[in-house]
């Protein structure tokens, strides 16, 4: 009659549980997946910001505020708007508390990557996104006061979406993936805790 198989104690099976979210052992900081997590999560916010902030400065120099550029007629355009307010215009002339809030978003995001690095592509990428979209506003804000948004959406004459720039997309983007990343980590993690149940 073959041996019952020992899985090893109780406690070794709760601590081999996989989740989406890794505390970074300081000792391994410098291991290959941190690196390559980490070097994916630069190369998103450096990439977005310097292409943001080269757009806004390229409207800033040929497009004058009275002036568009028609890039698919009857649904979308290159404008050049001012904006004083939030994302997508919205809440004007609060400039000093934008600022605040950017830097407090973009300093939490930061402190919550150094205990909790995500462990797949797609949450390294949200994070990324969102804080290279509040970085890249903030930039403006601080240096004009206000944020250049250009790009403008629009159904004929039917329908005009606010105008936005590659900072407001990135954050609009990074908040449905992490919103799709937190869903996908809560439904494996209960799968897998599933798993770890004694069967009857």
């Not at 806004?56 to 550029?69: F, H, R, S």
């Not at 400039?95 to 990557?113: D, H, K, P, Y």
């Not at 949200?126 to 629009?154: P, Q």
């Not at 919103?179 to 599933?194: A, D, L, N, T």
Request: aromatic share 14%; glycine share 8%.
């Amino acid at each position: 009659m073959p041996r019952p198989q020992d899985n090893g104690p109780p406690s070794k099976l709760v601590t081999s549980k996989i989740t989406d979210f890794v505390s970074e052992d300081k000792s391994k900081i410098f291991s290959g997946k941190y690196r390559a997590r980490l070097r994916l999560f630069l190369i998103v916010v450096a990439s977005v910001i310097t292409l943001d902030q080269l757009s806004k400065l390229w409207v800033g120099v040929n497009l004058p505020t009275t002036d568009k550029i028609v890039l698919l007629r009857g649904f979308l355009d290159l404008v050049h708007f001012e904006n004083s307010g939030a994302i997508f215009g919205l809440f004007h002339s609060h400039a000093e508390l934008f600022i605040a809030l950017g830097v407090v978003a973009s300093v939490a995001i930061l402190v919550f990557l150094y205990y909790f690095l995500p462990a797949t592509n797609v949450g390294i990428v949200s994070f990324a996104l969102i804080l290279s979209g509040a970085v890249g506003n903030l930039i403006d804000r601080i240096r004009f006061g206000y944020v250049i948004d250009f790009i403008g959406i629009h159904v004929q004459e039917l329908f005009q979406w606010p105008a936005f720039n590659v900072a407001d997309a990135a954050l609009t983007v990074g908040i449905f993936m992490l919103i799709y990343y937190f869903y996908k980590w809560g439904v494996s993690r209960k799968v897998h805790e599933h798993g770890l149940k004694p069967q009857n």
